[in-house]
């Protein structure tokens, strides 16, 4: 027994030095100690001793348990210590490390266009107008006096909720003359910016929602001069004093007379380059005297008022700005082409 005793506490205390986890060191401790450990088995055979035996067998025993007990508790201390440093390393704060930084976003190419142009009409005492890009036909086209059959209405131009051609997305901000004329008092001067839609195919100049700003007056005596210096005043502020102009006869069904504007390139100052595709200028917007029946229409006299109207594709103005060559990329959302505003 005493032999026993002896290999038990000798392959215990190794075990317990052994033991890589509080888990491994309870296992090894129902081993030895528990009640039905190495141990104990050896203790219930005690009674099978002498005597004089017993009490010596029994205190040797007792010294093992003792051996053992204190081994544990000094393992079990020496592993939480381990494990506490462990968590202490792992969970160390450096804070001399530089910190990640946050990608903070900025405002979009045409929004800052967009801004530019905002700016310079509220100079000038103009209004800024929101309206609905689901329009009835009506205000899209017949109060502009586009009536049936004007091709611009045709089912392969124009997105459509409903077969009887009532409702659709806008294609033009244009309506917002007619929802002005309802719904202001005169004199008016307003510009409206909004999304328009349109059944082409993307490519670099063409995109099926694009935006527009739409701009009128309406006033006694307002003249197709007032249209062109204002407009003139507009061009010389976006893109720089002594900018030229150019305006040339157009139709529209709702201007009479109506004109198309071109800027002088900017590139190469008029005598033609690649921007202009040789031509020296390039359109920028579509304008006009308000026709008096389109007046009329919406119930103001076009005997005492006048009016003319304007309306800028927001897209190519802001390719023009930046000098960006391809109108997908203002929608790409490529954070490579934002980052660069
Ligand atoms: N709505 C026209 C278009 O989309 C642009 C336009 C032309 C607007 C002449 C106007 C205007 O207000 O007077 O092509």
Redesign the pocket.
């Known amino acids: 027994m005493k032999e026993q005793l002896a290999k038990i506490r000798a392959e215990a205390l190794s075990a317990f030095e052994g033991a890589q986890s509080a888990l491994d060191l309870d296992a090894i401790r129902v081993k030895y100690l528990g009640k039905k450990g190495e141990l104990t088995a050896v203790l219930k055979q005690m009674g099978k001793l002498s005597a004089a035996e017993r009490p010596v067998m029994g205190q040797l025993a007792n010294d093992v348990r003792a051996a053992l007990e204190s081994a544990l508790e000094d393992r079990s201390k020496r592993l939480e210590t381990a494990a506490l440093e462990q968590r202490l390393r792992a969970e160390a704060l450096d804070v001399t490390i530089p910190g990640k930084r946050v990608e903070i976003g900025r405002q979009h190419p045409m929004n800052i266009a967009l801004d530019e142009l905002k700016t310079i009409f509220i100079g000038m005492g103009f209004q800024v107008l929101e309206g609905p890009e689901v329009e009835l036909a009506v205000y899209n086209f017949d109060r502009l006096n586009a009536e049936e059959g004007h091709p611009s209405r045709d089912w392969s131009d124009t997105f459509y909720f409903d077969q009887d051609s009532r409702v659709m997305l806008r294609?033009?901000?244009?309506p917002m003359?007619v929802r002005a004329m309802e719904s202001m008092e005169l004199p008016i001067r307003i510009i409206a910016p909004g999304r328009?839609y349109r059944k082409d195919e993307v490519d670099a100049t063409h995109s099926p929602m694009f935006h527009?700003v739409?701009?009128?007056v309406i006033d006694k005596g307002v003249t197709m001069a007032d249209l062109k210096g204002t407009l003139n005043t507009v061009v010389e502020r976006l893109y720089g004093q002594g900018t030229k102009t150019r305006f040339r006869p157009h139709h529209?069904p709702?201007?009479e007379p109506?004109c198309e504007m071109d800027v002088q390139c900017h590139k190469c100052g008029g005598t033609g380059c690649p921007t202009c595709k040789g031509e020296g200028w390039i359109e920028l917007?579509?304008?006009?005297m308000?026709h008096p029946k389109v007046l009329e229409m919406s119930g103001i006299d076009s005997e005492v008022y006048t009016g003319?109207?304007?309306?800028i594709g927001l897209e190519r103005m802001a390719l023009r700005r930046f000098k960006i060559a391809d109108m997908r990329l203002i929608f790409e959302n490529d954070i490579r082409f934002l980052e660069q505003f």
């Open positions: 294609s033009q901000t244009s003359q328009v527009q739409e701009g009128m529209f709702f201007t109506s917007l579509g304008a006009g308000i003319w109207a304007f309306g």
